[in-house]
Structures are given as structure tokens and as C-alpha cells.
């Protein structure tokens, strides 16, 4: 049985006549009376009376026109949902970034938000090196990174630019200071994120540079933890400048730009290039876009 036999049976159950579900149906009698007969066929049951004249249903049929609306409700509520897809009324879109990455995202979902406050916005917590293959394995629709990557199957949209930039307590030295050198740190005790990324590497290759000691006394795992802990005088650090914005504006913590390390890091959300985006992602991909300038 097909869901066009099945709105046949429930429209002639309801009319009570032959004639007059062809009339709604917008179909000849002969045929609406073949949809019924070839649906009885296939199920071995006579499902009206044909003793009847006013469309009188058998036993067999009134078991079976319950469940028939109860399909038909589901295949109008099915519509009903894909239409509020389509047009942004709910939905969810999922998306991965790391703890540095987030921070970039934060004035796109206010955006998102105020255009779309019915779409669930979903941000996981991932590993950097990781994203990709989450993408790729339709883990999440979009990722958030700091670097291109080099997997074909995917596109990356650049979304922002950041850098990153020393901070330091309100209290310490260099705080009335707009830039430093890297040799006037020497006798600095950082405080590090634990995370291997290129920008790691790329700290400890400008110190070897310029001949000066990198000294890092602690690392933690949370990017908050280490703003706090340099806010209390423990150290200082290197960080992405948007991950510390709030703080800075509020005058919590100094920032400053270290004079031969200017890391630029580029920010790019990706997806998978060959895949149809739900309507959510596209509508926050391109929320992204303009909120970028870009």
C-alpha cells in the first residue's frame, strides 16, 4: 500500500461517497475506485460495503483507516518540519573548536542568536588536529581551526585574524609597557597551555633565535586557569588575543605585543566541500562571513 491509496480510503471513509472524494481528490470516480479495489487486493480484505450507499466501512476497513490517518498526520507533520527547517524556525547546528577558537565564535553566535533565536547552536570541545577528521567522519557539520587543512575533501572559509600577545598582571613591570622584547624576557616565568599546536613551536623557535631562555615554570590544560593565574601575579604568558579581550577592556590583565614574534593566526571554519549543509550551518556560515567583513 501507498500513502496516495491510503488518503484515498480516509477521504471516502470521511465523505462517505465515492463521488465526492474524487470531487476533493481531484480524480475521477473510476479511479478512486480503483485505488480502493487494488488496496484491497493487496491486503485480502473487502474495506467497504458495497451494499451500502453511503460508503459504509467494513470491519477490516475501520481497523485500517485509523492507522491511515495516523500516517497521513505524520507525513503532514514530516512537511511541516522540513518547512521549518528550510525557513531557520528550528533546527540545531553543530560545531567543534578548541578552547583557544571558541572565543572567535562568540560574537557570531550573539549574531546567530539575534537573527535566528530558534536554532540550537551546539559547540563541542575538540582537539585542533583532531577537527577535520571529525568533520570528515559527519561528526559535526563545521569546525573551527587555526590553519588550512591539508585533506581535499574539505573547504575552509577564513573567518578572523588573531594574534598572539604577552599578558601580564596589572602589578608587574612591563604592565605600562605597549611592547616588549623578547630578550627582556628572559627572566620571565611563563605560564603555557599544555596543547602541542604550530604555535608552540613557533614560541620556542623565536627564543632559540634571539639566544634567550624560555622559562616555563607551569603549564595548565584551561585557557581561563592560566588568565587567572597570571592575574594573581604567578607569571606571564602568550595567548590568543581575543581569548583575552574582555579581560584587557576590563583592566584585569596588561597586554602587550612582543616585538620580533608577531604570530598571526588565521581562523577558518570548515566543512565537507562535496556535502549539502543543513540550512542551520548554512545560515551560520554565512552569518560568520558577515560578521568577518569578509
Same mark, same amino acid.
Not at 101 to 118: D, G, M, S, Y
Given at each position: 500500500?501507498?500513502?496516495?491509496?491510503?488518503?484515498v480510503l480516509?477521504?471516502?471513509?470521511?465523505?462517505?461517497? @465515492?463521488?465526492?472524494?474524487?470531487?476533493? =481528490?481531484?480524480?475521477?470516480?473510476?479511479?478512486?475506485?480503483?485505488?480502493?479495489?487494488?488496496?484491497?487486493e493487496?491486503?485480502?480484505?473487502?474495506?467497504?460495503?458495497?451494499?451500502?450507499?453511503?460508503?459504509?466501512?467494513?470491519?477490516?476497513?475501520?481497523? =485500517?483507516?485509523?492507522?491511515?490517518?495516523?500516517?497521513?498526520?505524520?507525513?503532514?507533520?514530516?512537511?511541516?518540519?522540513?518547512?521549518?527547517?528550510?525557513?531557520?524556525?528550528?533546527? *540545531?547546528?553543530?560545531?567543534?573548536?578548541?578552547?583557544?577558537?571558541? @572565543?572567535?565564535?562568540?560574537?557570531?553566535?550573539?549574531?546567530?542568536?539575534?537573527?535566528? &533565536?530558534?536554532?540550537?547552536?551546539?559547540?563541542?570541545?575538540?582537539?585542533?588536529?583532531?577537527?577535520? *577528521?571529525e568533520?570528515?567522519?559527519?561528526?559535526?557539520?563545521?569546525?573551527?581551526?587555526? @590553519?588550512?587543512?591539508?585533506?581535499?575533501?574539505?573547504?575552509?572559509?577564513p573567518?578572523?585574524?588573531?594574534? $598572539?600577545?604577552?599578558?601580564?598582571?596589572?602589578?608587574? &613591570?612591563?604592565?605600562?609597557?605597549?611592547?616588549?622584547?623578547?630578550?627582556?624576557?628572559?627572566?620571565?616565568?611563563?605560564?603555557?597551555?599544555?596543547?602541542?599546536?604550530?604555535?608552540?613551536?613557533?614560541?620556542?623557535?623565536?627564543f632559540?633565535?634571539?639566544?634567550?631562555?624560555?622559562n616555563i615554570?607551569?603549564?595548565?590544560?584551561?585557557?581561563?586557569?592560566? *588568565?587567572?593565574?597570571?592575574?594573581?601575579?604567578?607569571?606571564?604568558?602568550?595567548?590568543?588575543?581575543?581569548?583575552?579581550? @574582555?579581560?584587557?577592556?576590563?583592566?584585569? $590583565?596588561?597586554?602587550?605585543s612582543? *616585538?620580533?614574534?608577531?604570530?598571526?593566526?588565521?581562523?577558518?571554519?570548515?566543512?565537507?566541500?562535496?556535502?549539502? =549543509?543543513?540550512?542551520?550551518?548554512?545560515?551560520? =556560515?554565512?552569518?560568520?562571513?558577515?560578521?568577518?567583513?569578509?
Amino acid at each position: 500500500m501507498d500513502i496516495n491509496q491510503l488518503e484515498v480510503l480516509v477521504t471516502v471513509a470521511r465523505e462517505k461517497s @465515492f463521488s465526492r472524494a474524487a470531487e476533493l =481528490l481531484e480524480r475521477t470516480q473510476p479511479a478512486v475506485s480503483q485505488a480502493i479495489r487494488r488496496l484491497e487486493e493487496e491486503l485480502g480484505e473487502t474495506l467497504f460495503d458495497r451494499s451500502s450507499k453511503d460508503g459504509t466501512l467494513t470491519d477490516a476497513g475501520e481497523a =485500517l483507516v485509523g492507522y491511515a490517518r495516523q500516517m497521513l498526520n505524520l507525513r503532514t507533520a514530516a512537511g511541516a518540519a522540513i518547512k521549518d527547517l528550510r525557513g531557520l524556525h528550528k533546527g *540545531k547546528v553543530t560545531i567543534s573548536a578548541n578552547e583557544h577558537t571558541v @572565543f572567535c565564535l562568540l560574537p557570531v553566535i550573539q549574531a546567530f542568536r539575534e537573527r535566528h &533565536p530558534n536554532i540550537k547552536i551546539e559547540v563541542q570541545r575538540g582537539v585542533a588536529s583532531r577537527i577535520p *577528521k571529525e568533520i570528515t567522519a559527519r561528526e559535526v557539520e563545521l569546525g573551527v581551526i587555526s @590553519f588550512k587543512p591539508n585533506d581535499a575533501s574539505l573547504r575552509s572559509v577564513p573567518i578572523l585574524t588573531d594574534e $598572539l600577545i604577552l599578558i601580564v598582571a596589572l602589578t608587574h &613591570p612591563l604592565a605600562k609597557k605597549r611592547s616588549v622584547s623578547i630578550r627582556e624576557l628572559g627572566g620571565e616565568r611563563f605560564i603555557a597551555h599544555n596543547a602541542v599546536s604550530p604555535y608552540r613551536r613557533k614560541v620556542f623557535e623565536a627564543f632559540e633565535k634571539h639566544r634567550t631562555p624560555l622559562n616555563i615554570a607551569v603549564e595548565l590544560p584551561s585557557l581561563e586557569a592560566i *588568565k587567572r593565574l597570571v592575574e594573581t601575579g604567578g607569571g606571564v604568558a602568550l595567548v590568543p588575543k581575543l581569548a583575552v579581550r @574582555f579581560e584587557i577592556e576590563k583592566g584585569r $590583565l596588561a597586554g602587550l605585543s612582543v *616585538k620580533e614574534m608577531r604570530l598571526e593566526r588565521k581562523l577558518n571554519i570548515i566543512y565537507r566541500k562535496n556535502s549539502v =549543509l543543513s540550512h542551520a550551518a548554512e545560515a551560520f =556560515l554565512k552569518t560568520a562571513k558577515e560578521v568577518s567583513g569578509k
